[in-house]
């Protein structure tokens, strides 16, 4: 079986699929929708707009609906990007360096400044622990404002000292110029950490932005675009709005003729519709795209250590990291143990309310993406899995039976070219099999149209090194997993994404590089 479909780019029929649960409707045929939750609305120019369409937000932990989005339709977006336009010309264009920096400093006091508040937030539209929140998201939310602005601060410019044919010279050096106005489109599954790590850099190189974060996870975009009115970032640098993909603001505002560059987190089947919406204004894009990742785990490596890693690599934000581990290759020799082992580590996981300290994992993001991944544990059990733990959605007898919850699982069994090996899932699940050699592993791992992260596990040095370069990725983590320093360069190969993003691999992206030559 495969749901691969002809042009390569993986996509997932779901049988029976439902309709997108919280799609847009008018107010007034709202249905089921509260229509006493808070308006997340777009914001403008320094102010925040409503709209005539509203759609739901929902808590995938039960299903209920936590506020009501404002769409933003064609006129919104496109009001969007002309004050951009101009604010790009504007006061903000006669900010220096120095004063920029400072400004994204205070951006990120201003997120720590309402850290609990943002913390909730995210993990009421993620369903993520809130512990895990706490942990990652906010913190690298405000870690991204800091870090661009020490980097715009000591960014190195190239200058060339070149000899002319009559035996002169020339000095030829590079300006960093802002590339314009930027549109900024990001996923649900880490939705404050991956909209500032655009935002940040963007703006760090004197562009305006409209960014435009995922249907779902509408929440700390809007607490964002707050803090960013309450520090006085220029009217127009900042703009944000809110709605869908195609067809909705996601489209009007990639294919929009007055935004210079796209950038874009999401899926590579996303990607390939952005570029296409691109192609005709020759827009930059810069993708960071879906990821199939192998771990290879020989038998020298640190064994608790390893299991222990792993199962963050495997389950983390409930398996919903582009760079999560769907594929794992263990030595025989500790296959079964490995197996066994993950299999306790996966049943001791708690699966439950984000709000409780000792839940470490949430629900999924919604009924759609549930149903997709238990389509991939049908077509596992179909193909003669063999499914060592999980395989169902969990029952709690309370309210989180309207959530979108799944059991924490583990197959083997499956051959290298079936679909649950060779897609992403996107889910807390992995595929575990045996190899016998260093160079079996290395193939079988790079057998992907992806490729965006491989893990390698072992205390032999050499292998490290040996296995590390052959790895066809964006980023190998040797002996640990999403262990990030911001200034390495960060993207994937193949279905993995477009270009790199990162330190001096952001400004790049984010800046027009102007070359002065000067004859002397
Ligand atoms: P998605 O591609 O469905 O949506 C991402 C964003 O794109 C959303 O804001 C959506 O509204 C918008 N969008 C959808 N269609 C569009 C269109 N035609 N034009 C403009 N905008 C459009 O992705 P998702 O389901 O939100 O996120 C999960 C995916 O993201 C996974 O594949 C995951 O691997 C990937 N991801 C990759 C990275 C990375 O760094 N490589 C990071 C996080 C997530
Ligand atoms: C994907 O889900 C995670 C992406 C992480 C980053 O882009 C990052 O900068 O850590």
């Not at 512990?131 to 000591?154: E, H, M, Q, S, Y």
């Not at 500790?334 to 049943?347: C, H």
């Amino acid at each position: 079986m495969s749901c691969i479909n002809g042009d390569g780019i993986p996509e997932v029929r779901i049988p029976n699929a439902m309709s997108v649960q919280n799609r847009v409707m008018p107010e007034t045929e709202a249905g089921s929708s509260n229509v006493s939750a808070p308006e997340l609305k777009n914001f403008v120019n320094g102010e925040f707009v409503s709209s005539e369409r509203l759609f739901d937000d929902i808590n995938p932990a039960d299903g209920t609906v936590i506020a009501r989005v404002a769409e933003a339709g064609p006129e919104v977006v496109d009001a969007a990007v002309q004050v951009a336009r101009r604010a790009v010309k504007g006061e903000w264009a006669s900010w220096g360096v120095r004063q920029r920096a400072a400004m994204l400093y205070k951006i990120a006091a201003g997120i720590e400044a309402r850290f609990d508040e943002f913390v909730r937030a995210e993990s009421a539209d993620t369903g993520k622990p809130i512990a895990l929140a706490a942990r990652l998201d906010v913190p690298r939310g405000a870690a991204n404002f800091r870090v661009f602005a020490d980097i715009i601060k000591t960014a190195p410019l190239e200058a060339f000292e070149t000899e002319t044919p009559d035996g002169k010279h020339a000095l030829n050096y590079a300006l960093r110029k802002p590339i314009g106005v930027v549109g900024i489109i990001t996923p649900w599954n880490l939705p404050l950490l991956l909209l500032t790590w655009k935002v940040a850099p963007a703006l760090a190189c004197g562009n305006a932005v409209v960014v435009k974060p995922s249907e779902e996870t509408p929440a700390t975009a809007t607490l964002l675009a707050e803090v960013m009115r309450d520090v006085s970032v220029p009217r127009g640098v900042f703009n944000l709005v809110h709605g869908f993909g195609e067809g909705s603001a996601g489209e009007h505002l990639v294919s929009h003729p007055g935004v210079n560059a796209v950038t874009f987190t999401g899926e590579s089947r996303t990607g390939a519709a952005i570029m296409k919406a691109c192609a005709p204004g020759v827009k930059p894009v810069s993708f960071e795209l879906g990821g199939k990742n192998p771990a290879i785990i020989f038998a020298d490596c640190d064994r608790d250590e390893t299991v222990q890693q792993m199962s963050d690599a495997i389950f983390l934000n409930t398996g919903q990291v582009c760079l999560c581990a769907e594929r794992v290759y263990v030595e025989r020799s500790i296959y079964s143990w490995f197996v066994e082992t993950m299999k306790q580590k996966a049943e001791s996981l708690n699966v439950g309310w984000p709000s409780d300290k000792a839940t470490n994992l949430g629900p999924l993001i919604s009924a759609t993406h549930r149903e997709k991944v238990l389509s991939y544990f049908r077509a596992a059990r179909e193909l003669g899995a063999t499914i060592v733990t999980g395989g169902d959605v969990p029952q709690f007898g309370d309210a989180r039976d309207n959530g979108f919850y799944v059991q924490p699982t583990i197959l083997t069994g499956l051959p290298e070219s079936s679909c649950c090996v060779k897609e992403e899932i996107f889910g807390p699940v992995c595929h575990i099999a045996p190899f016998d050699s260093e160079e079996e592993a290395i193939a079988m791992a790079n057998d992907t149209e992806y490729g965006l992260a491989a893990s390698i596990w072992t205390n032999d040095l050499k292998r490290a090194h040996r296995v590390a370069r052959q790895m066809n990725v964006g980023i190998t983590w040797v002996n640990c997993w999403f262990l990030r320093d911001l200034r390495t360069p960060f993207g994937g190969v193949g279905l993995s994404g477009i270009g790199r993003e990162g330190g001096l691999h952001s400004l790049n992206f984010y800046s027009e590089l102007n070359n002065i030559c000067i004859r002397l």
